[in-house]
């Protein structure tokens, strides 16, 4: 028996990310048959989101120049940092 009804079971992984631009661009996309957008954040420089993989979240597309902290270490992101 559900002990707390209409509550979901958190357990996903939290990836953070961190603006180093104005404008990044962060896109939530689905799970499923059928891969598609669900969500879009922009965040300016200094900003800084928490997110959390679900049932309904299987992957984020970030753009720009961005700081993405995950369990596995920190990913830089952007064009800059290609030949690094």
């Given at each position: ?37 669900h969500?879009?954040?922009k ?13 309904h979240?299987s ?26």
């Amino acid at each position: 028996m559900d002990q707390n009804p209409g509550i979901e079971e958190i357990s996903g992984d939290y990836v953070v990310v961190r603006a180093l631009e104005d404008g990044v661009t962060i896109i939530g996309l689905t799970r499923g048959k059928d891969t598609k957008f669900h969500h879009t954040e922009k965040l300016d420089s200094g900003e800084v989101m928490l997110f959390q993989f679900t049932e309904h979240t299987s992957a984020m597309k970030i753009r720009g120049k961005a700081d993405i902290y995950t369990k596995f270490g920190i990913v830089k992101c952007g064009k800059e940092f290609l030949n690094e």
